[in-house]
């Protein structure tokens, strides 16, 4: 008897570790995107945020901009602005503006338009002092500057 | 903050911002002189880059103008100097918008041409002081900033915003900018006096 007592426990002990665990319940998993972030700053150097700007989101359904804006709202203080998705629709269009300031940008959903955390310091990075460009800005006044020169040097000389 | 971006104003208003500016250039270059070319390149430079010292002043993020100091140098060459100045930010640093160079021209180069009839003027005043210059010059650099706010405020009013609200919240981002620029181009008005003083405008 003894025996066939521990045959039972060693069979219900085989079944248990052949057993998924939690066959008697399933487990469901769902990923779900409920707010999307914005940020806005000035470009140029220091990448100053874009405070207390006005966003206005356009969802685009099946690739037509809804002329109505889908949501509006302002920035807080760090140029940051959140707004919930709307069902179905993966593509937004969002303007942020400030006194005379404008700027927009796609967000789409599907192409994983989130920037990454790499990608968001390169995009910040390019934000700053745009050394590249004052050179060429440079270059091109310091051309203008030496054809007058030349030119008005041939005007005395005559 | 003075640059206006694409997008914003009535295509009416940018469009007539572009004849506007179309009209002053061609009066102000029809009376350069070849020899003002290299002067005017070297102060171009200045305000070009200028745009780029920014500094964050309350809410919102404000930069150097240079204006007045171009309207005290340059005399009417200003408006020119200006105009390449906003080209060359536009295209570089995409700052303002490419329909909006001419108005943003007229924001800035006409305040710098008012900064230079004032200099010129006040100058033929005798006020019993030695350094008119350091006055005027001081006076030219925190006006034009100071008529710059107000124009921009002005055009961002059609657009339904409330004149007042904004002309107030600009103007009072700007204060720093007033007086520094105001300083800057009083000291260096008092110091070309001496040492350089064909480098100031007095035609």
């Not at chain 2, 010059?137 to 409330?162: K, P, Q, R």
Request: aromatic share 10%.
């Amino acid at each position: 008897m003894k025996s066939l007592n521990i045959l039972v426990l060693s069979l219900v002990l085989c079944m248990a570790l052949v057993c998924p665990v939690a066959s008697a319940h399933r487990v469901i998993v769902q990923g779900y995107v409920n707010e999307i972030a914005v940020k806005a700053y000035y470009g140029g150097g220091g990448a100053d945020p874009m405070a207390y700007a006005d966003v206005t989101v356009y969802a685009t359904i099946d690739g037509k901009e809804e002329p109505v804006p889908f949501i509006t709202g302002e920035t807080d203080e760090a140029g940051m602005y959140y707004f919930a998705p709307k069902k179905r629709v993966s593509e937004y269009r969002v303007v942020v503006e400030a006194t005379g300031h404008r700027g927009d940008e796609w967000v789409n959903l599907t192409e994983g338009a989130g920037l990454t955390e790499a990608e968001q310091e390169e995009a910040e990075e390019e934000a700053k002092l745009p050394l590249k460009e004052v050179i060429t800005g440079f270059g091109y006044l310091a051309g203008i500057a030496g054809i007058a020169m030349i030119l008005a040097a041939r005007k005395m000389n005559k | 903050m003075v640059h206006i971006s694409d997008g914003i104003l009535d295509p009416l208003l940018w469009e007539s911002g572009w004849v506007i500016t179309a009209i002053i250039l061609a009066y102000t270059l029809s009376k350069m002189k070849i020899e003002d070319v290299p002067k005017l390149s070297v102060i171009t430079a200045a305000v070009f880059v200028a745009s780029l010292i920014h500094f964050q002043f309350g809410p919102t993020s404000v930069h150097f103008i240079l204006n007045g100091f171009a309207g005290v140098t340059l005399g009417l060459l200003a408006y020119p100097c200006i105009f390449v100045a906003l080209v060359l930010q536009c295209f570089l640093f995409q700052h303002g918008g490419v329909t909006t160079i001419g108005i943003n021209t007229i924001n800035m180069g006409v305040p710098a041409l008012l900064a230079y009839l004032l200099f010129k003027y006040g100058m033929r005043f005798d006020l019993g002081i030695k350094q008119k210059e350091i006055l005027f010059g001081t006076l030219g650099g925190g006006i034009a900033v100071a008529l710059a706010v107000l124009f921009l405020s002005i055009e961002l009013a059609t657009t339904g915003e409330e004149f007042f609200e904004v002309a107030i919240f600009v103007a009072t981002a700007h204060i720093p900018i007033i007086a520094i620029e105001a300083i800057f181009t009083g000291i260096t008005a008092g110091f070309l006096a001496t040492v350089q003083p064909e480098l100031l405008c007095r035609r």
